[in-house]
């Protein structure tokens, strides 16, 4: 069983910074595409950022030139370097991964728990 643990949440001011770091662990062939997504009291769970296994990256519209994805291909691991937080920016991140174990034919998408970030005005 593979899994997510994200970790590096937190309550900030608007115009701080945060980094949220997910660690896969687990059988794990290969991860395709790691992500993130965030989901805001009310409102639907949402794309944030996402990156390939060859760093190929893409952004939501609203975070572009302030969020910045990263990935360690080596150690399972992505990040989500956040930049001029603003209140709107206040959700639950979830990490996501697009993994295949060694006796799968296709990826298969996995969650992690989620980490709140909370952005004050």
């Known amino acids: 069983q593979v899994q997510l643990v994200e970790s590096g949440g937190g309550l900030l001011q608007a115009g701080g910074s945060l980094r949220l770091s997910c660690a896969a662990s687990?059988?794990?062939?290969?991860?395709?595409?790691m992500g993130w997504y965030r989901q805001a009291p009310g409102k639907q769970r949402e794309l944030v950022a996402e990156?390939?296994?060859?760093?190929?990256?893409n952004y939501a519209d609203s975070v572009k030139g302030r969020f910045t994805i990263s990935r360690a291909n080596a150690k399972n691991t992505v990040y989500l370097q956040m930049n001029s937080l603003k209140p709107e920016d206040t959700a639950v991140y979830y990490c996501?991964?697009?993994?295949?174990?060694?006796?799968?034919?296709?990826?298969?998408?996995?969650w992690g728990q989620g980490t709140l970030v909370t952005v004050s005005s």
């Open positions: 996501n991964a697009r993994v295949k174990r060694p006796w799968d034919i296709w990826d298969h998408e996995v």
């Open positions: 687990g059988t794990i062939f290969n991860i395709n595409v």
């Open positions: 990156i390939t296994s060859n760093d190929s990256t």
